[in-house]
Nanobody, 128 residues
Framework: QSQLVESGGGLVQPGGSLRLSCAAS????????ITWFRQAPGKEREGVLC????????YYKDSVKSRFTISIDNAKNTVYLDMNNLKPEDSAVYYC?????????????????????WGQGTQVTVSS
């Protein structure tokens, strides 16, 4: 069964760090673009950042550019999201997602309708 499984969320104080993981099974993440989304309570799900097949990052949120890093370990078939200097406004459920059709490049504007493979999400809460 093909699936994406996120992990690593939790409660962290402002200024803290977390590493989220997105492990794929049943298919390879190689030569794919992978996007992290997040959804805060009462808000729509939004794209945060993406990594393309060459390892280049596309940021969709200016607020995370200097604080979030996406990377991939092809040997482990896992994508990571390293989040530093976390702020309360980063609190959300974080999802990794793959496009419905093979896409080695990141979308200019990620829309949910273009993504067919989603993980279950992992909760990140930033609070003192």
């Amino acid at each position: 069964q093909s699936q994406l499984v996120e992990s690593g969320g939790g409660l962290v104080q402002p200024g803290g760090s977390l590493r989220l993981s997105c492990a794929a099974s049943g298919f390879s993440l190689d030569a794919q673009s992978i996007t992290w989304f997040r959804q805060a309570p009462g808000k729509e799900r939004e794209g945060v950042l993406c990594i393309n097949m060459r390892g280049a990052t596309t940021y969709y949120k200016d607020s995370v550019k200097s604080r979030f890093t996406i990377s991939i370990d092809n040997a482990k078939n896992t994508v990571y999201l390293d989040m530093n200097n976390l702020k309360p406004e980063d609190s959300a459920v974080y999802y990794c997602a793959l496009p419905s059709t093979w896409s080695p490049s990141c979308f200019t504007v990620p829309e949910e309708k273009d993504f067919g493979f989603w993980g279950q999400g992992t909760q990140v809460t930033v609070s003192s």
